[in-house]
């Protein structure tokens, strides 16, 4: 989850939280109570589907470094087919042109042109053999392919769940937010004459927000109640200078 949706899931949790300690002023069947059981399914949602974020997110790293992998085994595997096939065409001219590596990194062209050197390169496999290529080379071509052909699979699936996930968390953060819209008026007129009770659901409802920065200033913080100056003390008279006529 990203910052936004994380804070918005700590405020639905402590107002499910809210709910389960004041459940005696929402009675049962209520539609305050109902709309605290919709808030904690909207937290039991968001474990989930946030458990299965991180899972294939996880397992979406985990694939393309397979995915990587596997790619530089077919390559390196048709490379080899390539570099052999110029030493063929000393006796068949043009018969390199059939074994270019593609020049795109892209996986479809580069299975296109993977299941071209095995079409292309089976009638001619003894000569490739007698090149220095292993009996194998074509078995080995066909594996690599299905290897880098599963972990295309499976980086798709990963990226799938947890596009999946992500989509499933805005569902049910909507959800909750629908819930608390509700309850926004519910609590505030069922609490309007219990003021302790109602900073107490204030607090939980309010979404945290961090504090930024502006050009590198710390955040700015609330003012504070303003304390009108106290009044000037008045000062005593100065004492009469020497000489001076006394003032009557």
Not at 139 to 153: G, H, S, V
Not at 235 to 245: D, E, F
């Amino acid at each position: 989850m990203n910052l936004t949706a994380t804070r918005r899931y700590e405020m639905l949790v402590r107002v499910r939280d809210f709910g389960a300690e004041h459940a005696d002023l929402f009675p049962a069947g209520s539609l305050g109570r109902k709309m605290f059981a919709a808030t904690a399914t909207a937290v039991a949602a968001l474990g989930q589907h946030a458990a299965t974020q991180v899972s294939g997110r996880g397992a979406a790293r985990e694939a393309s470094r397979s995915k990587a992998a596997a790619r530089a085994a077919l390559r390196e595997a048709l490379g080899a087919i390539s570099r052999t096939a110029r030493a063929l065409a000393l006796d068949t001219p043009g018969l390199d042109n059939k074994f270019r590596l593609p020049f795109t990194y892209g996986g479809q062209a580069l299975l296109n042109a993977s299941r071209a050197f095995v079409q292309d390169a089976r009638p001619l496999s003894a000569e490739f053999v007698a090149h220095g290529l292993p009996p194998a080379f074509l078995k080995d071509l066909d594996t690599a392919i299905q290897r880098f052909e599963a972990a295309i699979r499976e980086h798709a699936a990963g990226i799938g769940a947890r596009i999946a996930a992500r989509t499933a968390i805005d569902a049910a953060i909507a959800a909750g937010l629908t819930a608390i819209q509700r309850l926004d008026a519910i609590v505030v007129n069922r609490l309007r004459d219990d003021p302790a009770t109602f900073a107490a659901w204030e607090r939980a409802r309010r979404v945290d927000q961090p504090p930024h920065a502006r050009n590198g200033a710390p955040p700015s913080v609330p003012p504070g109640p303003v304390v009108p100056p106290a009044p000037a003390a008045s000062a005593p008279p100065a004492p009469p200078l020497a000489g001076a006529p006394a003032t009557t």
